[in-house]
């Protein structure tokens, strides 16, 4: 992607970030959500090292966004450059894991700060904010490391995040030169004039204000430094010399009187962000941070807060959990909970189940989204929580139909007395079926009544014990998805066409005409929004199946900004799209008859997520890659419209 090309009165007016980038799907990716995070800043991706020097000399930016991996001949003489040249201004890595003891102690005093792949554009957003600002007044305490502190930690950092392989080289006036080899990312030897080893690499350490250069030419020929490396840089970040900002004419800070607020996020990004923005926008807001579930619910029980901001997904519980845990402890079970998470269905039913969850907001969010509904909060208003797919009647009603109450806010179809014709002795009749409810309820709903001389009568012979029945489906690609790493993501696509495969039990088949075809009929959704009932009408004609077609031509790349982990969208062009076949085990639950006892319709039970998705009909079915389908969406008549599959690894 080449470098955006600014007016010079533009530029002068407003900060930039300047992204690098090698791969054109990744960079319009990554540039998307540079302009959601930071919309008041000019946003230019290079794709390599000399046009983002190039860059850096017009836009004068406030940030770089360096893909790390693959790593990148020469950055660390770039990172130099831009040092003198920008000595101000700020860097997001995004590459490997760096050691986690590193990361936890140094925050924000590092020149280079770091992002994991694959990440949440959450993690991202909140880092790309946080690094930004701006920033409330007891920043000293946090302060955003810039190029000018760049050492010799940070270079390892960014090399091990990398994986590189290579030796960096080390001065420091014009005495003091060493050399530190790294092969994979991880340092395996040091050496200066003096020492070698662990001692080399300690005393480099203590060298006042050290150049680095690189020079691949030389590779790591042994090991003189153990994998606990890490041990030796967290020596000396017991106390570092740039922990602490503080100007002499700076105000004390002022004692706060304001609301309590409690935020439990496993992102320490985003713990920065959220407070930085409640901060700006009430300074007098007393805000305490936690790290783990176990943490937050300690430091609750703790403050006593006027309210909870909590992440669904922790490392060592959830955040359905700690509020059960809030409910059970009579001191906290009026604290109100404003649930924040990525995890759209998990939260969803979190907050339907626990009563203390007032409200919720969808990762990632921009700071006046979070102000505003923090601040109506604040003030006792409770507020809509994601809605919850109402559940799909039961196959066959375990009450008598004058039982049966219409339930709030749902569709409810009354059913109808049947009046079917008397049946052979050899087949029993078993109640008819209701509609199911497919689609959630508007939010002003207006109970829907269908007549009972408009519901189809038709008796159903039920399958006792479930049979195993796999289906077929042609699927035309709408988008596919790639991480980070670029490597399958997710798919979209929708039905080619109304008919399917079915390969039906013997028992059954037999039961059957020789030549009977089969098309979509409605689909019912569960509580969570997974696909339940599947209803299959036989049509005169066998099913003929389709071509597939593996060649998936590029028309267009976004950003995928709903979704846990960022991906990459890539849609189609041209008229011959992208087909694969979807292969799923479901149950066979029911045959509906005619009022003449022929087939109406198969009625199967979708037991799971999990298919198989493969581009060659006639191959083996194991041979077929898993899939999970994430999410569907129902057309208008109830139909499978869309579905959106996830690869599973």
Known sequence: MPVSRQSSSRTALQPGVILLEEYDALAAAIGAA????????????????????????????????????????GVTDFLEEMRSALPEARALVIGAPIPTEISSRRGLFGALQFVEKPFELAAFGAAVQALLGPWHESEATTARGVLRDLGILDIVLLHCAAKATLVV???????????????????VDAKTRRA?????????????????????????????????????????????????????????????????????????????????????????????TALTGEEGVKEIGRVMPDLVLLDYSLPDFNGDEVCRRLLRDKR????????????????????????????????????????DLVERTLKGERHPRPAILPAVEPLVP?????????EPEKLVVPPAKPETPPAPEARPVAPPVPAPVTRPIPPTPQVARIEPEELPIRPQLRVISSSDAVLGLFLEVLSMQLTPQLQMGAIRAKPTSGTVSLHLPSAVRDAMPAQIGFQLGTAGLDAHGRLSILRLVPTARPFQPAQTRSAFEIGGVSLIPNHVKTRVQLTPSGSTPMTVELLAHLELAAVELTPTFQVAQLILKWPTTLVRVTLNPKAPEQNAAKFEIASVALDKSARIGELLLSPVR
């Open 196 to 288: 070698a080893g662990e001692d080399a690499l300690r005393e480099m350490l203590d060298w006042n204000n050290p150049r680095m250069s690189e020079d691949k030419g030389v590779a790591p020929t042994r090991r003189t430094i153990g994998r606990d490396w890490p041990q030796i840089f967290l020596e000396s970040l017991v106390q570092p010399a740039r922990a602490v900002r503080v100007s002499p004419a700076e105000p004390p800070l002022r004692v706060k009187t304001g609301k309590k607020i409690v935020v439990v996020d496993d992102t320490e990004m985003l713990l920065i962000f959220v407070e930085d923005v409640l901060s700006m926008a009430d300074p007098a807001l007393q805000i305490t």
């Open 169 to 187: 080289e080390v001065r420091a006036g014009a005495k003091n030169f060493g050399e530190i080899f790294i092969a994979g990312g991880e340092i």
């Open 398 to 406: 375990t009450m008598a139909p004058e039982e049966r109450k219409p």
């Open 332 to 371: 906290t079970a009026d604290v109100p909970v404003l649930m924040m998470s990525g995890h759209v269905p998990e939260m969803a039913a979190t907050a339907a189940q626990f009563e203390n969850v007032v409200a919720t907001i969808e990762k990632p969010f921009i700071s006046d989204a979070l102000v």
């Open 34 to 73: 540079l302009r959601k995070f930071a919309p008041q800043h000019v946003c230019s991706a290079a794709k390599s090292l000399s046009q983002a020097e190039k860059a850096a000399g017009q836009l004068k930016p406030e940030l770089f966004v360096i893909d790390a991996d693959p790593p990148w001949s």
